[in-house]
């Protein structure tokens, strides 16, 4: 594992120092949240260059990250506060809409098809030898799913899966630039004695505090795609923590302070 990390650290100075040399961005596959905590921690010393993390969608889990070198930089502000002027295109949709494109695969026929998982569609892209790395978030919504993926795969995927289980599907891209997605939520209100992750985590979650500490311990929990392993970390609005195998949710804020002083609060975690 160790060795797998160093040399994802390696690639990601060595994209850095590309984009810095030749001047041109440079984009790594979709990273996981171990992979996003990565590049995260890296020293200063072993870039080059900023970076920008985009999945597709606010919010995205696996996430590509673009080595911008200081003519993109300068250029992507200036373009940023343009559109946000103008309301246009956002300037990761702008930057990443070559790299990224987004298909939408469907029982055709749904009256005969089955129950499609997440797991079903996930599993039939890498039993066609699509690396997972290739692949961004596979968003379900109801039997059909959005399938985040790089760009050069598209035409290869639109062609394939044609079956997942028995099921006949169909392939159809979906415009990335005019793409958006609101994920479903669920409001979860209650007090907590400090903002904190392990109070806010028992909140979200309906757990222990020792229990999620351990969750803690063992590398299981990110903040804003940041591997955190402080039990007592401060959470700040709209900070997005992530638990493996649990879920994740987003701290809306805090609402008031009760008599005796707890404060209560929001949340809102994704279902």
């Known amino acids: 594992m160790m060795k797998d990390e160093e040399l994802l650290a390696k690639r990601l100075s060595e994209l850095s120092r590309q984009a810095f040399h030749r001047g041109i961005i440079t984009y790594t596959d979709f990273l996981n949240l171990n992979e996003q905590s990565i590049l995260h921690a890296l020293p200063k010393n072993s870039l080059y260059t900023e970076y920008v993390l985009f999945g597709g969608y606010d919010g995205a889990e696996r996430q590509m990250a673009a080595f911008l070198p200081d003519d993109a930089l300068s250029l992507r502000c200036r373009y940023g506060a343009e559109q946000e002027r103008e309301g246009g295109m956002p300037p990761e949709v702008e930057l990443f809409s070559d790299r990224i494109a987004v298909l939408e695969i469907s029982p055709l026929h749904?009256?005969?098809?089955?129950?499609?998982?997440?797991?079903?569609?996930?599993?039939?892209?890498?039993?066609?030898?699509?690396?997972?790395?290739?692949?961004?978030?596979?968003?379900?919504?109801?039997?059909?799913?959005?399938?985040?993926?790089?760009?050069?795969?598209?035409?290869?995927?639109?062609?394939?899966?044609?079956?997942?289980?028995?099921?006949?599907?169909?392939?159809?891209?979906?415009?990335?630039?005019?793409?958006?997605?609101?994920?479903?939520?669920?409001?979860?209100?209650?007090?907590?004695?400090?903002?904190?992750?392990?109070?806010?985590?028992?909140?979200?979650?309906?757990?222990?505090?020792?229990?999620?500490?351990?969750?803690?311990?063992?590398?299981?929990?990110?903040?804003?795609?940041?591997?955190?392993?402080?039990?007592?970390?401060?959470?700040?609005?709209?900070?997005?923590?992530?638990?493996?195998?649990?879920?994740?949710?987003?701290?809306?804020?805090?609402?008031?302070?009760?008599?005796?002083?707890?404060?209560?609060?929001?949340?809102?975690?994704?279902?």
């Open 110 to 271: 749904a009256k005969y098809a089955d129950e499609l998982t997440h797991r079903d569609y996930l599993g039939a892209l890498m039993n066609l030898g699509v690396e997972r790395g290739k692949m961004g978030d596979i968003l379900m919504d109801g039997s059909k799913a959005l399938v985040f993926l790089d760009a050069k795969l598209k035409a290869f995927v639109m062609e394939e899966p044609t079956r997942i289980r028995r099921t006949s599907v169909q392939t159809a891209e979906v415009d990335f630039q005019d793409f958006s997605y609101t994920p479903n939520v669920q409001e979860i209100k209650g007090t907590v004695s400090s903002v904190r992750l392990d109070a806010l985590l028992a909140l979200a979650f309906s757990s222990s505090r020792n229990r999620l500490t351990g969750l803690i311990g063992a590398g299981k929990v990110f903040v804003n795609g940041r591997l955190t392993t402080s039990n007592g970390c401060h959470i700040r609005e709209q900070d997005i923590i992530s638990v493996r195998g649990m879920g994740k949710f987003r701290f809306a804020g805090q609402l008031s302070v009760t008599k005796k002083n707890r404060i209560c609060v929001l949340i809102h975690k994704y279902i």
